[in-house]
């Protein structure tokens, strides 16, 4: 039953996909009737602005920039600068785009920044600014608060803070205080004018200022936080780097000016990837669990939280886990991400009759061309027959290179979406 249980894993994680897309959130949710603008509970008349001005940012960059544009109506002066893994399929003369990097910025990273800055220091009170954000964005899109520092120490900057085994909001509370265009300072950079910023968020809902860095949102961390993590977590910074720490200021704080008329809608989080796993668990006649309690712990940590807390479900049953884990890389890795890292060290414990999978909702797990993995109690015994050695790979941080010869790897390319990871554990599939 082991390959059948897999490959009801993949449907699940298939079909919520398929529910959660940009495409239909901007559909749901985002509307222009007789020239106004609504979005969520906000309402824009287009015909008060002489300009709209868009910038979109991060993995959805390209989709949700699409779906956004094609709801506006034509005839609008419209500016954009697009920085996302891929570019949108019909980009105007007026449409900037720009393949920043990740998860390490690269040059692009830097001009879509510097692009961004200078149309928005044009936008005024007649200017509608739409700031399209979705996670990946912290690296794709940056400009330093201090210009000294060079792009291949601000790329060993960002090494330093992924591979460190800090969460997600620990690690960007680093990067806003030593950014131009993170923690409010984007919407900064438009100060007098109207911005409504949609969110594709793949952070927690309480943290929405960490999704990209938060380069629209009031900040909610601090300059003081930043420095007691740096000092933790980053003892061997380049010395341009060390050499601003002195010199940072706060970032904008929820009075700042630059809030003033400005609002935000989530269109999509992982709530909605979840629920919709679920909708497709019960489907298929499981009793579903959802249990977020493991989000942004240590991989080995989370995955014997989630055998335990299965454990204590009985017959045909599904638990859902939302979130992401975290590793800390050696400085000398194979292939694979946290999810697939996750998944290869689970399989050691798996009981009979269990399966994990474990997946990111953008399609690119680390470095490797997976999203995720599944595997169950067959998983071990397989590599074995293969002559694989599943300790070895963990130890090397390799994982998805064996499970890749296992076929126990989920390939799907990046999926122009993101919403932060997903495990769906089943037992009893068989029942």
Not at 217 to 234: A, C, G, K, N, V
Not at 347 to 358: I, R, V, Y
Not at 363 to 368: A, F, H, Q, V
Request: with cysteine; glycine share 8%.
């Amino acid at each position: 039953m082991s390959e059948a249980s897999r490959q009801i894993a993949r449907q699940i994680f298939s079909e919520a996909m398929a529910a959660t897309t940009v495409e239909a959130a901007c559909e749901r949710l985002l509307h222009v009737r007789d020239g106004v603008l609504r979005a969520g509970a906000y309402e824009y008349d287009l015909a008060a602005f002489a300009s709209v001005q868009i910038v979109s940012i991060g993995k959805a960059g390209a989709t949700l920039f699409e779906a956004v544009r094609r709801i506006l109506p034509a005839g609008l002066q419209v500016r954009s600068v697009i920085c996302a893994p891929f570019p949108p399929q019909t980009l105007a003369a007026s449409d900037l785009y720009f393949a920043g990097g990740h998860p390490l910025p690269n040059a692009a990273s830097l001009e879509a920044a510097k692009a961004a800055l200078a149309m928005l220091r044009s936008a005024d009170t007649k200017t509608l600014v739409l700031f399209l954000i979705s996670g990946g964005a912290s690296a794709m899109f940056e400009e330093p608060i201090d210009p000294s520092i060079p792009l291949d120490d601000l790329i060993e900057f960002y090494r330093q803070l992924v591979a460190s085994g800090a969460t997600i909001r620990q690690v960007n509370t680093v990067r806003k205080h030593f950014s131009a265009v993170k923690g409010g300072r984007l919407a900064a950079a438009a100060s007098a004018a109207a911005k409504l910023t949609l969110l594709i968020s793949d952070v927690p809902a309480d943290a929405l200022d960490a999704l990209a860095s938060g380069p629209t949102l009031p900040d909610s961390t601090t300059l003081e936080q930043t420095r007691e993590l740096i000092e933790e977590f980053l003892p061997s910074l380049p010395a341009s780097i060390r050499a601003v720490i002195p010199k940072l200021e706060e970032t904008p704080k929820p009075d700042d000016t630059a809030f003033k008329g400005a609002e935000h809608v989530v269109l999509l989080d992982n709530t909605a990837l979840l629920e919709a796993a679920k909708e497709s668990a019960e489907r298929m006649g499981f009793t579903v669990t959802i249990d977020n309690g493991c989000d942004d712990w240590d991989y080995e940590q989370a995955a014997a939280y989630l055998l335990e807390r299965l454990s204590r479900l009985h017959g045909k049953s599904c638990l859902l886990s939302g979130g992401e884990v975290t590793v800390r890389l050696p400085a000398v890795s194979g292939a694979g991400g946290r999810n697939q890292q996750l998944a290869l060290f689970a399989t050691a414990s798996l009981p009979l009759g269990t399966t994990l999978l474990s997946a990111g909702s953008d399609g690119i797990d680390g470095n490797s061309v997976a999203a995720g993995a599944v595997v169950d109690d067959s998983t071990t015994l397989r590599a074995q027959e293969k002559t694989l050695d599943p300790a070895d790979a963990l130890a090397r941080f390799d994982a998805s290179t064996l499970l890749a010869a296992l076929g126990d790897t989920i390939v799907t390319g990046p999926s122009g979406n993101n919403l932060r990871d997903i495990r769906i554990l089943l037992t009893g599939a068989d029942t």
